[in-house]
């Protein structure tokens, strides 16, 4: 598909195949709880994230929005999705977030960004364990602006 990392073993581009890949193949530590009910939790926050938080925030939908609608109405489609989005989010992890989303460690794929600007007010449990992961090393060491490819930033005047 050409927009997600593929592994070098095998040829797997899907970044959720590869994270299911790299669970079974390298068992620990594990990506997954172990427990069912914590790892089915993971599943449907993933879900949630992937199929109604993360399209809105894919860079080729966002181009072609642009050619069809004006940046105002962008802006508030791709915000409105969000918060859907992060509705849905907020009432699954009341249940079952630790420190974590779904728990006390760090599992899967846990993370949201919030590039549109969006008020986290409404979504307290979303905002405490999003804060937890920004106070990890690993997760700053991830961020896009710190990869090796990243383009430099614009001087300011």
Known sequence: MG??????????????????YLDEKYPEPP????????SAMNYQVSSIVLSVIQPYQNVALIK????????????????NAITKGFTA????????????????EVHLIHGAI??????MEPYPTLAKVYQAYNDLPAFQNALPEKQPDAPSPTPTS
């Open 64 to 79: 072609l929005l642009e050619g069809k609608i004006n940046a105002e109405e962008k802006t508030g489609l791709v915000n």
């Open 31 to 38: 990506l997954l709880p172990r427990d069912l009910h914590q």
């Open 114 to 119: 919030n590039r549109f600007q969006i008020s």
């Open 3 to 20: 927009a997600v990392p593929v592994l070098v073993d095998v040829v797997i581009s899907d970044s959720l195949a590869i994270i299911l």
């Open 89 to 104: 989010l907020e009432q699954v992890l009341v249940s079952c977030a630790g420190k974590y989303a779904t728990g006390d």
